[in-house]
C-alpha cells in the first residue's frame, strides 16, 4: 500500500516549488566538487566496495549501552554486534574508560575496523549544567547560548562522546507538553537564532575539531505541536502553518551545519515523521540541502507499527525509503532490511546511501583518521566542572532569570533585612539541575540557601522547609517511579507550615522557593492542570496570610498559571531550573549584584482553558477589544483573553522609558531599506540590560497574516540615567512570508512596526511598501 497522501503533497510541493527554491534546488547541484569532498568520497567508495551487505546495515544499527534509557532496551550482545561490524554506533556510553572499551573493539576486532559514533542526550551542559533551555532562549543572548552550547561539547568530547542528541528546536506553544523545557519557546525568529547559535557552540566552524561533537537537529518535524499537548500524540497541520510558524528553526539548524538529524515521533498529517518522504527527502534534502544523516528517535520504527503503519518488515522499509538512514535502539534494520532487499521491497541503492552518509559524517569529524580523538582522561580531568566552566554556568543562569513581578521594589533583598527563606525547592541541590541533564549530578549544584549563605554571608536568613515537594500520593508515587526521590518530612504538612509562618512572622520578608520537581518536566510529563501544586499554594496562602511581604522564586519547566500568585504576592522571579550554579546565580539576582535582564520567550496563560496561547496569532474577524458589553465577539465569558504576562515580558530592578518609534520613512521599494528608531533612557536606581524588540504586523495580506510578529532585537546595557538610541533596519526580507502557493514573498501593501520592551508594550508606527 503506498501512501498516498505523502505522494499527492510531494507531487503538489514540487510542482507548486517557490520559483526561489527551484532555483536553489538548480544552484544546490555542485559544479565542481571540492578536493576535500573528492577525498572524501573516494575513501568512502572504496571502503563502502569492501562491505557486505550486513556491515552496511550494521552502520545503519545504533543501539543504547550504559546509563540512561528513555524506553525498552532492545539489543542483545552489542559487544558481539560491533566485532561483527553490525553496529555504527552506540549511544549511553560516556568516560574515557567505558568508550575505549567499545571503541577497541569496532577498531580492533571488527573485519573494516569503522570507528563508532558515541551519542547521548548532552542537552544544556554535560557534568557543568546551564539552565534548561526554555531559561537558555529566555537570555536572548546569543552568544551565551552558544557559550552554554561549547562548554558542554568541551566537556562532553573530553569524556569520549562525539554526537549530542541537541539542539532541540521544536516550536511550542502548549505548555501543557513538558518538552516545552527542551525548546527556545515559541517563536520561529527567535528560535532560528538559537538553533544557529546552538549548532555552532558544538560543532564550531569545524566538526573535524577536536573539541567538536556532531550536533542533530531534533524533533524533526512538528513534534511541539502535539495534540493536546499530550507527548507522541499526533500533529496535524496546513503546509502554510509549518512553512511560516514551524520550520524555520530546523532550516536554521541546516543553514548552520548540523550534520545529523532525528525524525519526531509524532505523524504528520497521517503519515509518521520517521518514514514520512516528503519531510526528510524533499523537504530536508532536496529543498533545504541538509548533507548529513538522519537518525529515529528511540524505537521511533517499531513504534510505527503501533501507528498502524505496517509491521516490523515494512514500517523498516519505509523508514529507510523515506529517508531515515539509522535506526537507534530498534533493529528493525538490522533485522528485516536484508529481507526486504531480497525480495525488492527496497533496493541495494537506498541502503548504499543510508551507509555512504553516516561514513561521510564519521568521515568529516575525523574519526578514520583517528578514532580515540575524544577520548582523553587527561583532557577530561581538565575540563570536567572547571572553575571557568562554572563561572560561565553562572554567568548564563543569571541572565536566564525573569522578574515577573516587583511591587514597592521588594526586590533587591536589603542587607540587612531578616529573610525567611522557604520552601521545598530552597535548599534542594537535587532538583536545580532540571530534567534532560543527564551526566549532571544534582552533588555539584549550588541551592540558594547555600548560594545565599555564600554571597550575602552577613545576611540574617532562616530557613524551613514549609512543604513536601509533592504530598499527593497518586503524583509522588508516578514521580518516583520515573526515578526522581523526594523526601516527605517526617513533620506533617501543618507543621510544616506552622513553622514556616513563624518564621514569616519574625523576619521583615519571606522568599519562597516553589514549583514543580524537575522530574515534572522533560519527556512524558504533560499536565492537564499548571497550577502551583495543591500543598505548595496552602503554604503560600499561610505566608501571605501573615501580611509580610513575599516574594515567590519559580523553578519549573514549563509556563505555570499564576493568577492568583500574581494577585496575591509581592515578587515573582521566575528562575527556571538554573544549573549547576543556580543557586549562586539565584543568590547575585536576590541581593542585587546583578539586575535581571531574561524575557520570556513563552506566553504565560491565565489558565489551561486559553492554550495554546501565543502573541503572533491571527485575527480574528470579530477581534474582542475588551469591551465586556460585546457579545458576538472572539471571547470567553469566563476569562480574559490575554495572557498572564504575554512573549518577551521581563522586568528589572531599574526603569526603562522608550520614545515612541520613528521611521525614516513612509514607504521603501523592494530594493528599499527603512531604519525604526527609539531612544531608551534607563529612569530608575540600577544600571541594567533591556531587550529592545522589534515586531512587525502586515495590515493585509493574500492570506490572514499574525497580528505581529518578532523581526529583530537588542539586547542593551544602559547605566543608572543613561540613554541610548536603538535602530533597526527593515528590508523587504524582514516583510517575506509564505503566501497559499509556499512561495516566500513580500506584498506590496501597509506595515505596522512595533518597538517596545515585551510583545504586548509597544509603540507603533506605519510605512507602506510599494511595488
Ligand atoms: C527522546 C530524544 C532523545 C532519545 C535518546 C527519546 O526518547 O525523544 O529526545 O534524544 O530518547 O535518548
Redesign the pocket.
Known amino acids: 500500500m503506498r501512501n498516498l497522501y505523502t505522494l499527492s503533497i510531494s507531487l503538489a510541493l514540487c510542482c507548486a516549488l517557490p520559483a526561489h527554491a527551484q532555483q536553489k534546488r538548480t544552484l544546490m547541484r555542485p559544479v565542481t566538487v571540492s578536493a576535500a569532498d573528492q577525498k572524501m568520497n573516494a575513501f568512502v567508495k572504496n571502503l563502502m566496495a569492501k562491505m557486505t551487505i550486513d556491515e552496511k546495515i550494521g552502520q545503519l544499527n545504533l543501539p543504547s549501552v550504559g546509563f540512561?534509557v528513555?524506553?525498552p532496551i532492545l539489543s542483545q550482545g552489542v559487544d558481539q554486534k560491533i566485532e561483527k561490524g553490525l553496529v555504527g554506533g552506540v549511544?549511553n556510553t560516556y568516560t574515557p574508560a567505558a568508550v575505549r572499551k567499545l571503541q577497541d573493539l569496532a577498531v580492533q576486532k571488527s573485519r573494516l575496523k569503522i570507528p563508532l559514533l558515541f551519542g547521548y542526550?548532552v542537552i544544556h551542559g554535560h557534568k557543568t549544567i546551564f539552565p534548561i533551555p526554555l531559561g537558555l532562549s529566555a537570555t536572548w543572548d546569543m552568544s551565551l547560548i552558544e557559550k552554554s552550547a561549547r562548554v558542554a561539547a568541551r566537556e562532553a568530547s573530553a569524556d569520549g562522546l562525539n554526537w549530542t542528541?541537541s539542539p532541540?528546536v521544536d516550536i511550542a506553544r502548549d505548555p501543557r507538553w513538558g518538552r516545552i523545557s527542551e525548546g527556545a519557546g515559541e517563536d520561529p525568529y527567535l528560535g532560528s537564532l538559537v538553533a544557529k547559535a546552538m549548532v555552532m557552540g558544538y560543532q564550531t566552524n569545524s566538526l573535524g575539531n577536536k573539541d567538536a561533537i556532531l550536533a542533530c537537529i531534533?524533533?524533526f518535524a512538528l513534534y511541539g505541536a502535539a495534540e493536546a499537548g499530550r507527548d507522541y500524540n499526533s500533529t496535524d497541520m496546513s503546509l502554510i502553518k509549518m512553512y511560516n510558524d514551524y520550520l524555520a528553526p530546523y532550516k536554521a539548524a541546516v543553514d548552520a551545519g548540523a550534520q545529523s538529524a532525528?525524525a519526531s515521533?509524532n505523524d504528520i498529517n497521517g503519515t509518521p515523521a520517521t518514514a514520512n518522504k516528503w519531510l526528510l527527502t524533499d523537504l530536508l534534502r532536496k529543498q533545504w540541502g541538509f548533507k548529513g544523516f538522519v537518525v529515529s528517535?528511540?524505537t521511533g520504527i517499531n513504534e510505527m507499527v503501533s501507528h498502524g503503519f505496517g509491521n516490523l518488515q515494512t514500517v523498516s522499509a519505509r523508514a529507510l525509503d523515506a529517508g531515515t538512514d539509522m535506526d537507534?535502539v530498534g533493529e528493525g534494520f538490522l533485522g528485516t532490511l536484508k529481507s526486504s532487499l531480497k525480495e525488492k521491497k527496497i533496493s541495494q541503492s537506498t541502503i548504499d546511501l543510508a551507509c555512504r552518509r553516516i561514513l561521510e559524517v564519521k568521515y568529516k569529524m575525523g574519526l578514520f583518521a583517528d578514532p580515540y580523538k575524544y577520548i582523553s582522561e587527561e583532557r577530561a580531568a581538565k575540563e570536567i566542572l572547571s572553575p571557568n566552566n562554572r563561572l560561565d554556568a553562572k554567568v548564563v543562569a543569571q541572565s536566564s532569570l525573569v522578574l515577573l513581578k516587583n511591587d514597592n521594589q521588594v526586590l533587591p533583598l536589603k542587607r540587612n533585612a531578616k529573610i525567611a527563606l522557604i520552601g521545598p525547592l530552597a535548599d534542594n541541590k537535587k532538583e536545580m539541575i532540571g530534567t534532560w541533564s543527564a551526566a549532571g549530578d544534582g552533588k555539584d549544584a549550588v541551592t540558594v540557601y547555600e548560594g545565599l549563605r555564600r554571597i550575602a554571608p552577613q545576611m540574617d536568613i532562616t530557613y524551613t522547609k514549609g512543604a513536601n515537594l509533592i504530598d499527593d500520593p497518586a503524583l509522588l508515587k508516578l514521580i518516583i517511579g520515573y526515578g526522581a526521590t523526594i523526601e516527605t518530612d517526617a513533620k506533617s504538612p501543618q507543621k510544616l507550615i506552622d513553622d514556616a509562618v513563624a518564621a514569616a512572622k519574625k523576619a521583615d520578608v519571606a522568599v519562597v522557593v516553589l514549583g514543580e520537581s524537575a522530574f515534572m518536566g522533560g519527556?512524558a510529563t504533560s499536565r492537564t492542570n499548571l497550577d502551583l501544586l495543591p500543598n505548595q499554594k496552602t503554604l503560600l496562602k499561610a505566608l501571605t496570610a501573615t501580611g509580610k511581604p513575599v516574594v515567590l522564586v519559580l523553578m519549573n519547566s514549563r509556563p505555570l498559571t499564576l493568577e492568583w500568585e500574581n494577585d496575591n504576592v509581592t515578587g515573582i522571579l521566575e528562575t527556571w531550573f538554573a544549573g549547576t550554579e543556580a543557586g549562586n546565580a539565584i543568590a547575585e539576582v536576590l541581593v542585587g549584584n546583578y539586575n535581571p535582564a531574561g524575557k520570556l520567550t513563552t506566553t504565560f496563560p491565565r489558565n489551561v482553558g486559553q492554550i495554546p496561547i501565543y502573541y503572533n496569532h491571527k485575527s480574528t474577524g470579530r477581534p474582542y477589544e475588551g469591551n465586556i458589553a460585546d457579545r458576538y465577539k472572539s471571547r470567553y465569558i469566563d476569562s480574559p483573553n490575554d495572557p498572564l504576562y504575554p512573549f518577551g515580558f521581563g522586568l528589572s530592578y531599574t526603569s526603562f522609558q522608550f520614545t515612541p518609534v520613528t521611521l525614516s520613512t513612509k514607504s521603501i521599494n523592494p530594493n528599499g531599506k527603512l531604519q525604526a528608531t527609539v531612544t531608551v533612557t534607563n529612569t530608575g536606581q540600577y544600571d541594567g540590560e533591556e531587550v529592545v524588540q522589534l515586531y512587525i504586523q502586515d495590515i493585509y495580506g493574500s492570506i490572514t497574516r499574525p497580528v505581529k510578529e518578532l523581526k529583530g532585537f537588542k539586547k542593551i546595557f544602559l547605566k543608572k540615567g543613561e540613554t541610548k538610541t536603538v535602530t533597526f533596519n527593515i528590508g523587504v526580507n524582514d516583510l517575506k512570508f509564505y503566501n497559499a502557493a509556499l512561495q516566500f514573498v513580500a506584498e506590496p501593501g501597509d506595515f505596522n512596526v512595533y518597538v517596545g520592551s515585551n510583545s504586548r508594550d509597544v509603540s507603533t508606527a506605519k510605512f507602506t511598501l510599494t511595488k
Do not use: A, L, P, R
Open positions: 540512561d528513555t524506553g549511544f542526550d542528541f532541540m531534533k524533533h532525528m515521533f528517535d528511540y537507534m519527556e
